[in-house]
């Protein structure tokens, strides 16, 4: 297969190949009743895929495990049936905590799926209260613990009953708490990081249906008027950072504590965070396309929300690069999803070199080409992220220069496609003149080449990947609001179409 063909490990993945094509020719004989195994089964076919590339074969796989997973009652909290104090065993509460799991993992192959492929969700998160799942571990290692609803409406209160020679856990018992007593709210600093990817998750999910529901508008401000779900989703976000527990919120102390401990560990805080900022970025970065077309509209208070909307996209993606650039994970703990969320950032890194209401630092393009090229191995469509962001990186270096040249400003937003419109190779000979400040900025170009060559292996050719079939993944990069990105020029779109 063509997403494999750079990879340094082929053997890893092709290993899967043979299971999933078995997997596939079973479809037909267990689609008619629906199983608990069988949506784990579905979930990873859908990471499969999902991983390949195919984004919407992924999504196709996601949905049926959601048909079986409403049919299964997965979304019913069971533990919330139990009567205060009641004593179950390590065995139920397993149960509970795996079912949990399968439906969070489907719920999140579902978002991926909808933000992969620009199609409508099957789940509405918010209208399931379960609780958020935790370490399977914990009882191991605690003898009280706490999980809670995605709305914080519910906290749960365990207590490990152990037996008390081997001091292994034989029971546990349940106690539902009120979250909004005060005695109570210090207790939340006992969630574990688990819980919190699987809420940031669910988050970035409620985010993608609001700009999937936008792709067809023909109000490209419609996003940014008052009463759209931007301004809700907005105060989420924002609240994010404050409602984690202290241990885990993103400052260098916890960053340092994390490398200290498990490379699992280390692993959680990074996705959580990475997950988080993304989503802001998803959320505000149409304000970086508007930026300059929104100095028409009379509205001054629509202007103010757009201005500080790019503020927050570009404040987010230095955040994203300063987490990349201080933790270094190990690739083969991180999720296939990880691809994604560095890609959306690394398009917002690449593609502008300053704006009005902030500074990017694109100085540290090396530490996203890093994550993907290491991810690759594991995953081919890192593979295929690697290669967009680096062509990408280039072209635009090729823009910088060409803008130094004619004296113009660099990178307004809709003009980039017009200045490289003609471009079709990386580095045309021909627009290099013999000037010394023509040779300085090819200086300059080159020696940023090379600090990139080392993240690359193919020859150039290889570069020049067919990006005619995606699988989908385009829809929503291209077009995360329609009728917008489409008239003032997609970076995302605007690759594609130089790569044809």
């Not at 082929?10 to 999933?20: E, G, L, V």
């Amino acid at each position: 297969m063509q997403i494999i063909r750079f990879s340094p490990r082929q053997d890893i993945r092709c290993k899967s190949d043979t299971f999933a094509k078995t997997a596939h020719e079973m479809m037909s004989s267990v689609l008619d009743k629906a199983d608990f195994n069988y949506v784990q089964g579905l979930i990873i076919l859908a990471l499969y895929q999902l991983s390949h590339f195919n984004g919407y074969k992924a999504w196709l796989y996601s949905t049926m495990a959601v048909r079986m997973v409403c049919e299964l009652g997965l979304y019913k909290e069971k533990l919330f049936d139990e009567s205060p104090g009641t004593i179950i065993s390590v065995g139920q509460w397993m149960t509970y905590e795996y079912e949990r799991r399968a439906f969070w993992m489907t719920s999140i192959m579902d978002t991926y799926g909808g933000a992969c492929t620009g199609t409508p969700m099957s789940l509405h998160i918010e209208d399931y209260n379960l609780l958020l799942p935790t370490d399977l571990n914990i009882i191991e290692t605690n003898d009280d613990f706490y999980q809670e609803t995605l709305d914080g409406s519910r906290l749960i209160h365990y207590h490990v009953i152990r037996d008390p020679i081997t001091q292994k856990a034989e029971n546990i018992q349940v106690w539902p708490l009120d979250p909004r007593l005060p005695e109570n709210q210090a207790k939340r600093e006992q969630i574990g990081v688990e819980s919190f990817i699987s809420k940031a998750n669910a988050i970035l999910g409620m985010v993608v249906r609001t700009i999937n529901r936008q792709l067809h508008s023909q109000d490209t401000l419609c996003y940014y008027r008052q009463g759209s779900d931007y301004y809700r989703h907005d105060k989420t976000l924002d609240a994010w950072p404050n409602g984690l527990p202290f241990n885990l919120r993103d400052i260098p102390a916890n960053a340092e504590r994390f490398k200290g401990m498990s490379s699992i560990k280390l692993t959680q805080y990074f996705v959580m965070h990475l997950i988080h900022y993304a989503t802001v970025i998803l959320l505000n970065r149409p304000a970086l396309v508007m930026i300059n077309s929104i100095k028409k509209e009379t509205d001054q208070g629509l202007i103010e929300v757009v201005y500080q909307s790019a503020g927050k996209c570009i404040e987010a993606a230095n955040r994203v690069s300063l987490l990349l650039k201080t933790i270094r994970c190990k690739t083969d703990l991180l999720p296939c999803y990880i691809g994604y969320l560095i890609y959306v950032t690394g398009t917002i890194i690449v593609s502008d070199r300053s704006f009005v209401g902030g500074r990017i630092d694109n100085s540290n393009i090396e530490d996203y080409l890093y994550y993907l090229n290491e991810c690759k191995t594991y995953w081919g469509i890192t593979e295929r992220f690697y290669f967009m962001i680096y062509n990408l990186h280039l072209l635009q270096q090729v823009a910088f220069n060409s803008s130094q040249k004619e004296k113009q400003v660099p990178f307004p937003s809709s003009s980039v496609e017009t200045t490289l419109s003609a471009t079709t190779p990386l580095f045309d000979p021909a627009t290099t003149s013999h000037t010394s400040t023509e040779n300085e900025s090819q200086h300059e170009e080159e020696g940023q080449t090379n600090d990139l060559a080392k993240y690359t292996t193919p020859a150039f050719d290889d570069r020049q990947l067919d990006y005619d079939n995606l699988g989908g993944f385009f829809l929503p990069l291209s077009h995360p609001l329609g009728t917008m990105y489409t008239n003032d020029g997609s970076f995302d779109l605007w690759l594609q179409n130089q790569l044809k």
